[in-house]
């Protein structure tokens, strides 16, 4: 069997899934992450924002998981669409980028990442369901690319993804400006990943927000938690003693020792 | 062109598999569903032609940029090399590294899907060496 060959259970695969629908079950739903993600480019670089929720159908799988990958020190990709396609895909590209400097000795470029994204993409003709939103500063400056499954990309000053997009998009419409200050741009994310999570059933729990400038790199997860669980506001226990005890018996059940065996814990 | 495809679809070994007797036991039915005259002619997957023909489609279009670039002389060379560094593999049963053909395409430096999901050097299964020797041979 050839390295990496894609067909080799799609035949099995297919199979089942006509023998289930016969039985009128259904295959398991892959986990997505029915997202918003976004990103604004400000005077000194870019920040990123993400919701935590990944869902399965219609049950939330991850209350809060971490969407905002690594790409390389001075770069970060947040992904929304199938989890894995999106995990994957990212930590591929961050092992050929590292590569990829590692033979060239200079810092690496958001446009070369961009570039190795949407080659992988389009070669897989969107069967990969991975939807993008890249962002990073290199020598050049600032950068923010949004990447689609099939492999189309634009470079813009903000962009969004994900189920919650168009939320997302709302916020940043009505208030982006161009060369904002860090705090300003940070604000304006916050409020465009809420907008997601208060409007998409897809979105929800925290907000992550990752700044990237050309002196640093602040990753904040949760920045706001948007959505808390609601807090217990006394003991909702019953004391013993509140159902009146009728009658009590006591009655000792006899063990006997047969084998006593001692296991030691590897607590190094 | 059913016939056409069936041909692009089989891998280069023609040696029917040495598996047991038995009505289903000729395939392996685990990994490959029950046998069936579609699943021999048609694509299981739609990338399924286009993954096995990737790696030759961009040779192909890296040499002819390159001929167009450079004229005849470039991709006639590196073709030559290509061929003398494929012919330095191990015996047939043993995976080989390919070390000298992956420096030359630029692999060394890339890591793909190929170099994570089913590597040979890890499989499970292993040609039965006498026999694998044999055909190579032509004694077979």
Known sequence: ?268 | NSRGAASLLKDSIPITEFSASGPFEGHDLLRRGFSSVKSELLPSHPLELSEKNFQLNQDKTNFATLRNIQGIHAPLKLQMEFRAVKQVQRLPFLHSSNIALDTLRGDAECIGFEDILNDPSQSEVMGEPHMMMEYKLGLL
């Open chain 1, 1 to 268: 069997p050839r390295p990496g060959s894609l067909p080799a259970l799609c035949c099995r695969n297919s199979l089942l899934e006509a023998e289930l629908v016969q039985k009128g079950l259904r295959l398991p739903a892959p986990r997505k992450t029915g997202t918003t993600i976004a990103g604004v480019v400000f005077k000194d670089g870019v920040v990123l924002g993400a919701d935590t929720r990944a869902t399965e159908g219609m049950v939330v799988a991850d209350k809060n998981c971490s969407k905002i990958h690594f790409i390389s020190p001075n770069i970060y990709c947040c992904g929304a669409g199938t989890a894995a396609d999106t995990e994957m895909t990212t930590q591929l590209i961050s092992s050929n980028l590292e590569l990829h400097s590692l033979s060239t000795g200079r810092l690496p470029r958001v446009v070369t990442a961009n570039r190795m994204l949407k080659q992988m993409l389009f070669r897989y003709q969107g069967y990969i369901g991975a939807a993008l939103v890249l962002g990073g500063v290199d020598v050049t400056g600032p950068h923010l690319y949004s990447i689609y499954p099939h492999g189309s990309t634009d470079k813009l000053p903000y962009v969004t993804m994900g189920s919650g997009s168009l939320a997302a998009m709302a916020v940043f419409e009505d208030k982006y400006k161009s060369d904002m200050e860090e705090e300003e741009a940070k604000q304006l994310v916050r409020d465009a990943i809420a907008a997601g999570i208060y409007n998409d059933l897809g979105s929800g729990s925290n907000v992550d927000i990752c700044v990237i400038s050309k002196s640093k790199l602040d990753f904040l997860r949760p920045y706001d938690v948007a959505n808390r669980k609601g807090d217990r506001f006394g003991r909702y226990k019953c004391e013993k003693g509140t159902t009146a005890v009728l009658t009590e018996s006591v009655s000792l059940l006899e063990f006997e020792v047969v084998d006593e065996t001692v296991q030691t814990m590897d607590t190094s």
